[in-house]
Nanobody, 118 residues
Framework: QVQLVESGGCLVQPGGSLRLSCAASGSIYSINDMGWYRQASGKQRELVASITSGGTTNIADSVKGRFTISRDNAKNTSYLQMNNLKPEDTAVYYC????????????WGQGTQVTVSS
């Protein structure tokens, strides 16, 4: 069984910074792409950023220049560094990883709330 556990979400003022972490654990043979998605109230879940096992990143236009994604393969962990946060970044942030275990398939974390408000 594979689990993804996010951490780091909280209330932050506009212009502030947060770093989210996503740790994968369990019976893991390999991890391919890792990503972060978010879902604001009343909206569809959207991709924020993704990173391949080789370190190639893809960042959504809405957060480009403010958010960065990274990973530590030795720790099976991805990170989302969020700078200059805006109220419109308020959402539940979910991590995703394509994990090779008994099968190669995507897994999701439970989500962590990020609220940007003064």
């Amino acid at each position: 069984q594979v689990q993804l556990v996010e951490s780091g979400g909280c209330l932050v003022q506009p212009g502030g910074s947060l770093r989210l972490s996503c740790a994968a654990s369990g019976s893991i043979y390999s991890i391919n792409d890792m990503g972060w998605y978010r879902q604001a109230s009343g909206k569809q879940r959207e991709l924020v950023a993704s990173i391949t096992s080789g370190g190639t990143t893809n960042i959504a236009d809405s957060v480009k220049g403010r958010f960065t994604i990274s990973r530590d393969n030795a720790k099976n962990t991805s990170y989302l560094q969020m700078n200059n946060l805006k109220p419109e970044d308020t959402a539940v942030y979910y991590c995703n990883a394509v994990v090779g275990s008994k099968l190669l398939r995507p897994y999701w974390g439970q989500g962590t709330q990020v609220t940007v408000s003064s």
